[in-house]
């Protein structure tokens, strides 16, 4: 999935989540999934691609953390 597509999928699935009140765990959990293919993109880039503010690019950034440690221990 190229990274425009990935974007548009995360900001969808983000949008579906904020229905059931559940946006902030959707969105860690997609850049979890996702993190070896959006550790090149721009945190503000990311942010405002799928339609939250700049300042998530914070939780984007702890989301790639997390992937990497993830990887690390190979859980």
């Known amino acids: ?6 974007l ?5 699935e983000v949008a579906k989540a904020a229905l059931e ?4 765990g ?6 979890v999934k996702y993190a070896e293919q959006l550790k ?9 691609a799928i339609g939250r503010n ?6 984007f950034a702890k989301g790639l953390k997390l ?3 993830i990887k ?3 859980l």
Do not use: C, W
């Not at 999935?1 to 990935?6: A, F, P, T």
């Not at 548009?8 to 969808?12: A, E, V």
């Open 40 to 48: 090149d993109i721009h945190p503000i880039e990311f942010s405002l």
């Open 21 to 24: 009140k559940n946006k902030d």
């Open 1 to 6: 999935m190229n990274q425009s597509k990935l």
């Open 72 to 74: 690390e221990r190979g």
């Open 8 to 12: 548009n999928h995360i900001k969808d």
């Open 54 to 59: 700049e300042s998530y690019k914070t939780e």
């Open 67 to 69: 992937a990497q440690i």
């Open 26 to 31: 959707v969105n860690m959990y997609l850049v």
